[in-house]
């Protein structure tokens, strides 16, 4: 809906992806009906398509339309870095080993490849903001800075490195940090999910009429924010958990269930989460539309 919005107010669409923007996710759902959906980048490395993402949106961005940019970075994904070059954190490896990824494996050299990744994506967005700013684009210019998922490195002591085989603190929590000109300075510390972004977007930018609700699964950073105990996080379409202060419940597509302690240790019984069933039934009213479009059509 935000997407489809920009579009019919005429906003030029400058979105680049470090890694390919193929899945479904990306082409048939986020990003259907943008025209020239850039869906490969080229260059060998993810750090070289990093910088080339940076380089196609400073070059092709047209400051006399408005303009939604999408930067998708990979490089810390990838631990990847400037060929030849030494991790600005150290002690360092210089390339990732997965072999090396075990129980008792220090994970201070790994972490260190990690965060020299991040360092040197922050060069890069340093240079767009400075892009914008030298075009005086800046003081009329939401900017977002966030991630898709965090990123684990043994933090629980459960052989877990990387991303997307747990739904502890360390592979959910990600930062999120918004420029947005004529808001004041704030620091919000309630709990957020990524669908708050684009409901506060079309909220209190393109002045989405009626409670969120009607449009979104998410809430409006700048009003506030719903207390509630339980959060919700999925994987890859293979299970679906209720997460709370203490307690990790996942459900998978099988039928079978677990329940777990912030450390991911299992626990024999907790609070029972909402329904499952109410729950689902939420987050797919706002596909329903489109399904039944689809179908009539």
């Known amino acids: 809906m935000l997407l489809q919005r920009l579009a019919e107010l005429n906003y030029q669409f400058l979105v680049y992806g470090s890694a390919a923007l193929t899945s479904p996710v990306f082409r048939n759902g986020l990003f259907l009906g943008i025209d020239h959906l850039r869906r490969y980048t080229p260059g060998d490395t993810p750090w070289l398509r990093d910088v080339q993402i940076t380089k196609d949106f400073i070059n092709h961005l047209d400051d006399r339309k408005p303009f939604f940019g999408l930067l998708f970075y990979d490089a810390a994904h990838g631990y990847s870095l400037p060929e030849n070059s030494t991790p600005h954190f150290q002690p360092s490896w210089t390339a990732l080993d997965v072999l090396k990824l075990t129980p008792n494996a220090s994970s201070v050299e790994v972490h260190n490849l990690y965060r020299s990744a991040l360092y040197n994506i922050d060069g890069l967005i340093g240079n767009v903001l400075t892009h914008l700013k030298n075009r005086k684009l800046l003081d009329n210019t939401i900017v977002i800075i966030t991630a898709d998922h965090g990123q684990e490195f043994n933090d629980n002591k459960k052989n877990y490195w990387g991303h997307g085989s747990n739904f502890s603190r360390t592979q959910l929590q990600v930062p999120l940090v918004i420029h947005w000109p004529g808001k ?114």
């Not at 809430?219 to 506030?224: I, K, N, T, V």
């Not at 009213?285 to 489109?290: A, C, L």
């Open 184 to 297: 004041d300075k704030q620091q919000v510390l309630a709990k957020t999910l990524h669908y708050d972004i684009s409901a506060t977007l079309l909220k209190e930018f393109l002045h989405a009429q009626g409670k969120t609700d009607n449009y979104s699964s998410g809430h409006s950073l700048f009003e506030p924010i719903p207390n509630s105990e339980w959060m919700v996080a999925t994987a890859y379409g293979e299970c679906i958990a209720f997460i709370s202060r203490d307690i990790i419940k996942v459900f998978y597509l099988d039928g079978t269930t677990e329940t777990l302690n912030p450390h991911l240790d299992p626990i024999s019984s907790g609070k029972t989460p909402p329904s499952l069933g109410a729950l689902m039934a939420s987050l797919t009213d706002y596909v329903k539309p489109s399904i039944d479009k689809a179908a009539v059509n």
